[in-house]
């Protein structure tokens, strides 16, 4: 069938099966899925550009980054102008903090505020820790002043927040060829002494946070109702895997009589144990230490030599960061979950997690059911859970339904 050009101006034209992705409801074009571009690919700028089918019908408007492998998200399902769009963001922006607003409380006043496709603002990821917002801009099209400005006078009108920072991963940066710092301030309540630190709360619990430091541009705020149900299911000598800085540690505490904790991290440990210090009076006579180590090799280790626990957590890095690492994130998953089940006493619970959005839950459960078979362990599955509800998923993209929490007790 011949194509027909596209009578928008400006239009790139793409695949059927792309287009009909959008349709569908997902908001990605992969560069793959281009057929037809509007002059040279690397002469386009990056910004807000018109999307056709391959009988040049209209899909609407899509935010286009040359750098990367997705070349377009979909903003809109009409032609919208740079005006119109920044004021669907400032719009979807006010709408995603309303959403938020009764999560929050003097016990946990800490979320995400946005978190990107899920709320319509592709690209846009933006964190609240107490009086300190970081902000994410990450998409070579959303890398302008008027994107900033109008992101930073929302946030300030919803919010009177003390500071709000842009934070960029080093990785993004450069796939996306931002311009902007490492870190830059958007707004200051005290401009010649920006906070960069601060204390927040969630669950009743006190955590440090320091934007100018960790592995993360920020802590783990999508396990926040996982935290809670761990503590709910937890009893007697707890082992929590993976505790970046403590926040299941620290959850477990309050139950458990003795809690270790362990990291690869040297620095993330010693944020763990600033947060173990602001929580004392909290945990009562609960005994918490820290273990720097390799999460494979501990577990292999402590397994061989015979060490027990009645509640173990664990909470892994993301292993699947593409498809063709699946195979391998399954065979590590098996591996962790494997030496966990072989230290449980009878009784005892598994708090298991995957943030892997490329391992379904299906494979994951998998996982863990072959898991169980090798460790010759009888496994009732208590609960599955996902991410917070301040990570919403959008069933149309699969890939907001990232975080996979399983809860198991081990006869």
Known sequence: MERATPEIPGAILISRRAADRLRAGHVWVYRSDVEEWPGEPGQIAAGLVPLADRRGSLLGTGLYSPASEIALRLVAQELVSDEEWLGMLRARLRAAIARRVPMLDADSNACRLVFSEADELPGITVDKYAGLVIVQLRHKALDNDATRSAVAEILREALDPDTILEREEPRIRELEQLSVPASATLFARDPENPGTKTVFHLNGLQFHFDATSGQKTGAFLDQRENYAAAARYAHGEALDVCTYQGGFALHLARVCPRVTGNDVSRAALEVAEQNLEANRAALGSSEVDWVEADAFNLLRDWSDAGAVYDTIVLDPPAFAKSKRAVEGALRGYRELNLRALKMLRPGGRLIT???????????????????????????????????????PVVLNIPETEYLKCVIVEAE
Request: net charge positive; aromatic share 2%; charged share 25%.
């Open 353 to 391: 997690c995957s943030c892997s959005h490329h391992v379904s839950l299906g494979g994951f459960m998998e996982t863990l059911r072959a898991a169980a078979g090798d460790a010759r362990r009888r496994v009732r599955v208590l609960e599955v859970r996902g991410a917070s509800p301040d990570h």
